[in-house]
């Protein structure tokens, strides 16, 4: 029997066990593949305080597994197969059979960018191809990129870059964006931006590092060969809840609905990270998180 077991190993679930562990509580952490989740596959991260010459990702997820063994909290390479989240003991089944139990549970599950599904995508990634403008962002000044996307994530990260990069290439296959009005207008009053509307990807080119990108037009099929040297793909996220699906409340798209303590529908549950419904999907956001749902589940446990 466990205090607290914590379903995802990034840095919203690092951080919820390293605030449990200095809490005196008992915490498992479940991570079905390396600690860090999505932060373990950036080569450089410049945005996480602390850090004045950037750190490796592989290099922070490692710190913050080290300080939640060095506190005392347990982490397994594990993936949960099923959960029950009722009634006051909660139970976690792996993928063995074996089943954990625990008094709370902090979800920490993460989402995953919805990918274009283009050839060169998965081999550039890392190497120009990324899922996080103002994370990467700064590595491409003075460079030509492409944005792929129309809603106001593409729009905003497509005005983010043109504020460093030489030009910026908007690319979306609808013939109108759907980004709000406001993010519209300052988008095409933007020198150094060019909107291709009616065009799809199909192919990201590229031996090393990424150096150009062929669309589609999509009513005459046409295609085009944009030069570039960064692809950042703003079509959405698709959050990791199929788990807890029918247990806990979620919105429409899936992410988890919670209170400001980042409770859940589910007493005893709480949720931290990329999951749970909110605007900013960050780093440091996803450890704030964390930190807010340890202590959180702290005070139920204490109730």
Same mark, same amino acid.
């Given at each position: 029997?466990?205090?607290?077991?914590?379903?995802?190993?990034?840095?919203? !679930? *690092?951080?919820?066990?390293?605030? @449990?562990?200095?809490? %005196?509580?008992?915490?498992?952490? +479940? =991570?079905?593949? $390396?600690? #860090?989740?999505?932060?373990?596959?950036?080569?450089?991260?410049?945005?996480?305080?602390?850090?004045?010459?950037?750190?490796?990702?592989?290099?922070?997820?490692?710190?913050?597994?080290?300080?939640?063994?060095?506190?005392?909290?347990?982490?397994?390479?594990?993936?949960?197969?099923?959960?029950?989240?009722?009634?006051?003991?909660?139970?976690?089944?792996?993928?063995?059979?074996?089943?954990?139990?625990?008094?709370?549970?902090?979800?920490?599950?993460?989402?995953?960018?919805?990918?274009?599904?283009?050839?060169?995508?998965?081999?550039?990634? !890392? *190497?120009?191809?990324?899922?996080? @403008?103002?994370?990467? %962002?700064?590595?491409?000044?003075? +460079? =030509?990129?492409? $944005?792929? #996307?129309?809603?106001?994530?593409?729009?905003?990260?497509?005005?983010?870059?043109?504020?460093?990069?030489?030009?910026?290439?908007?690319?979306?296959?609808?013939?109108?964006?759907?980004?709000?009005?406001?993010?519209?207008?300052?988008?095409?009053?933007?020198?150094?931006?060019?909107?291709?509307?009616?065009?799809?990807?199909?192919?990201?080119?590229?031996?090393?590092?990424?150096?150009?990108?062929?669309?589609?037009?999509?009513?005459?099929?046409?295609?085009?060969?944009?030069?570039?040297?960064?692809?950042?793909?703003?079509?959405?996220?698709?959050?990791?809840?199929?788990?807890?699906?029918?247990?806990?409340?979620?919105?429409?798209?899936?992410?988890?609905?919670?209170?400001?303590?980042?409770?859940?529908?589910?007493?005893?549950?709480?949720?931290?990270?990329?999951?749970?419904?909110?605007?900013?999907?960050?780093?440091?956001?996803?450890?704030?998180?964390?930190?807010?749902?340890?202590?959180?589940?702290?005070?139920?446990?204490?109730?």
């Amino acid at each position: 029997m466990k205090d607290i077991i914590v379903i995802g190993g990034g840095p919203a !679930g *690092m951080t919820a066990a390293i605030y @449990a562990a200095r809490a %005196g509580l008992s915490c498992l952490v +479940l =991570e079905m593949g $390396v600690s #860090g989740g999505q932060m373990a596959t950036t080569s450089t991260v410049e945005n996480f305080p602390g850090f004045p010459n950037g750190i490796g990702g592989p290099e922070l997820s490692q710190a913050m597994a080290d300080q939640v063994k060095n506190l005392g909290g347990e982490i397994r390479s594990s993936q949960a197969e099923k959960v029950d989240l009722a009634g006051e003991i909660k139970r976690v089944v792996l993928g063995d059979g074996e089943v954990l139990e625990a008094r709370a549970v902090i979800i920490a599950c993460g989402a995953s960018p919805r990918k274009l599904g283009i050839p060169g995508e998965e081999q550039l990634r !890392g *190497m120009g191809v990324s899922y996080c @403008a103002t994370c990467d %962002g700064f590595f491409f000044k003075n +460079l =030509e990129v492409c $944005v792929v #996307g129309g809603g106001d994530t593409a729009v905003e990260d497509a005005l983010f870059l043109a504020r460093t990069s030489k030009k910026v290439h908007l690319i979306h296959r609808r013939g109108e964006l759907r980004a709000a009005k406001s993010l519209r207008n300052r988008l095409f009053s933007t020198e150094n931006i060019e909107a291709h509307l009616g065009y799809v990807p199909t192919e990201i080119k590229g031996k090393f590092e990424v150096e150009s990108m062929t669309v589609q037009n999509v009513e005459t099929k046409q295609e085009e060969e944009i030069p570039c040297q960064g692809v950042f793909v703003a079509v959405g996220h698709i959050p990791n809840s199929q788990l807890i699906k029918g247990q806990i409340d979620l919105d429409p798209a899936g992410y988890v609905i919670a209170r400001e303590d980042l409770s859940t529908s589910s007493p005893g549950v709480f949720v931290a990270g990329d999951i749970r419904q909110k605007d900013l999907r960050q780093i440091i956001t996803a450890a704030a998180d964390g930190a807010t749902a340890a202590i959180s589940a702290e005070r139920y446990l204490l109730d």
